[in-house]
T-cell receptor, first 112, second 112 residues
């Protein structure tokens, strides 16, 4: 079956612009996670959805970051007024309850 | 404050020999541990996990050992193969299904 997919694979934007990153989880996975990975580091947790609701958003760095999952499947990570420090690979993962997380290939965001 | 640390940024091993990757954690609330492998331009791929009620879990060439008193886990790969060359991340969580806290990764190079 299909794995986790993320679009776009690459996004280049200018400082101050708004971006949306999309994640399609594995069908049937109720849990969905967003992580951010900077160069040379491990992924860092951003937000976790169980169904449609955000169960834990403690990793969002500030109020410029927001994520939704309106129908409990596809999720969109939204970043307002992008800054150069937001440049990173944004990873999405999904899982069945209390199981290992499966990751997508990531979206590489570059803020110029 | 890094709660999960991988102190070796890289490791080089001869094909056929054993690879041992190490990971230390500080948060005693962690009770579920995982290893992921990552190739360039791909998302992390789940390898193996272990619950804190166990001290060893084996899956084919991969074995994870957990020493709770030392807050240390290791991944053994034997025999190592050139295709194992990748970056390996250890991760920990409070209960399976919660957010993962990752180490910084260890780059494994298996030489033919």
């Amino acid at each position: 079956g299909a794995g986790v997919s993320q679009t776009p694979s690459n996004k280049v934007t200018e400082k101050g612009k708004y971006v949306e990153l999309r994640c399609d989880p594995i069908s049937g996975h109720t849990a969905l996670y967003w992580y951010r990975q900077s160069l040379g580091q491990g992924p860092e947790f951003l937000i976790y959805f169980q169904g449609t609701g955000a169960a834990d958003d403690s990793g969002l760095p500030n109020d410029r970051f927001f994520a939704v999952r309106p129908e409990g499947s596809v999720s969109t990570l939204k970043i307002q007024r992008t800054e150069r420090g937001d440049s990173a690979v944004y990873l999405c993962a999904s899982s069945l309850p209390y199981n290992e997380q499966f990751f997508g290939p990531g979206t590489r965001l570059t803020v110029l | 404050d890094q709660q999960v640390k991988q102190n070796s940024p890289s490791l080089s091993v001869q094909e056929g020999r054993i690879s041992i990757l190490n990971c230390d954690y500080t948060n005693s609330m962690f009770d579920y541990f995982l290893w992921y492998k990552k190739y360039p331009a791909e998302g992390p791929t789940f390898l193996i996990s272990i619950s804190s009620i166990k001290d060893k879990n084996e899956d084919g060439r991969f074995t994870v050992f957990l020493n709770k008193s030392a807050k240390h886990l290791s991944l053994h790969i034997v025999p190592s193969q050139p295709g194992d060359s990748a970056v390996y991340f250890c991760a920990a969580s409070r209960n399976a299904g919660n957010m993962l806290t990752f180490g910084g990764g260890t780059r494994l190079m298996v030489k033919p």
